[in-house]
Nanobody, 124 residues
Framework: VQLQASGGGLVQAGGSLRLSCADS????????KGWFRQAPGKEREFVAA????????YYADSVKGRFTISRDNAKNTVSLQMSGLKPEDTANYYC??????????????????WGQGTQVTVSS
């Protein structure tokens, strides 16, 4: 069972995109969620996370102040609003559910339900 990320695309530097993550099977509906990204040749890195209630959010320093994570539990979706995009934000973006709490929330090994992700490309 996987989470489906969508909303990626090609955007100019300084532009905005809104990514969405859907859990159509509601398998991970009561879990905290995270967004990660992976650029070619690089490791998957933490971007943002949100708890189940939606009242606690966490961000990588590189995106703080530019990205906003939110969730709508009624619709079973998690969103990532990205603004002020930079070429270094170019990557495949993934959402996942946090299933292991003994591992740091920034570690992708704490998460499950990885889908294929959605590609974000920022041109300079």
């Amino acid at each position: 069972v996987q989470l489906q990320a969508s909303g990626g695309g090609l955007v100019q530097a300084g532009g905005s995109l809104r990514l969405s993550c859907a859990d159509s099977g509601r398998t991970f509906s009561s879990y905290a969620k995270g967004w990660f990204r992976q650029a070619p040749g690089k490791e998957r890195e933490f971007v943002a996370a949100i708890n189940w209630e939606g009242d606690s959010t966490y961000y990588a320093d590189s995106v703080k102040g530019r990205f906003t994570i939110s969730r709508d539990n009624a619709k079973n979706t998690v969103s990532l609003q990205m603004s002020g995009l930079k070429p270094e934000d170019t990557a495949n973006y993934y959402c996942a559910a946090r299933t292991l709490y003994q591992i740091d929330y920034r570690n992708p090994n704490a998460y499950a339900g990885w889908g294929q992700g959605t590609q974000v490309t920022v041109s300079s």
